[in-house]
């Protein structure tokens, strides 16, 4: 029995992409980092509270690995005196993705304000 064209064109194209899958699996393979999370913290100010200090906070994970209970601390620092703190809790944070959260601090916005950010610690799930 002689197979028609569409059957040559089908059986081509089925061997082409196992064979691409096969090459992009092998790379992978052999060029996988296995780095540890590499966590950045990024702060907005809330513009539609203007009259109160509350900020938006994003948590992006760069590395490879997930980060599990995330604990940051922002210091609110006004004329180089520290002069109030807030703790952010995330539950996790997965591989190359962004939380968000917001913090309100108790002392009122002023223009000469600036914020200190330290991640205190997280676990390997």
Same mark, same amino acid.
């Given at each position: 029995? +002689?197979?028609?064209?569409?059957?040559?064109?089908?059986?081509? /194209? %089925?061997? #082409? /992409?196992? $064979? #691409? $899958?096969? &090459?992009?699996?092998?790379? *992978? #393979?052999?060029?996988?980092?296995?780095?540890?999370?590499?966590?950045?913290? *990024?702060?907005?100010?809330? +513009? !539609?509270? %203007?009259?109160?200090?509350?900020?938006?906070?994003? /948590?992006?994970?760069?590395?490879?690995? @997930?980060?599990?209970?995330? $604990?940051? =601390?922002?210091?609110?620092?006004? =004329?180089? +005196?520290?002069?109030?703190? !807030?703790? $952010?809790?995330?539950?996790? #944070?997965?591989?190359?993705?962004?939380?968000?959260?917001?913090? @309100?601090?108790?002392?009122? +916005?002023?223009?000469?304000?600036?914020? %200190?950010?330290?991640?205190? &610690?997280?676990?390997?799930?």
């Amino acid at each position: 029995m +002689k197979k028609n064209p569409l059957e040559w064109f089908v059986f081509g /194209l %089925s061997v #082409a /992409l196992i $064979l #691409a $899958l096969m &090459g992009y699996l092998g790379v *992978k #393979a052999f060029d996988y980092r296995d780095t540890p999370p590499d966590l950045h913290v *990024k702060i907005f100010p809330e +513009k !539609a509270r %203007s009259n109160q200090n509350i900020h938006r906070v994003e /948590l992006v994970n760069l590395g490879e690995q @997930t980060a599990e209970n995330v $604990l940051v =601390e922002i210091t609110l620092y006004q =004329e180089g +005196k520290e002069i109030d703190k !807030a703790e $952010l809790s995330f539950p996790l #944070a997965p591989k190359e993705s962004v939380q968000e959260a917001w913090i @309100t601090f108790k002392k009122q +916005k002023h223009g000469n304000q600036r914020m %200190s950010v330290h991640v205190l &610690g997280y676990n390997k799930p």
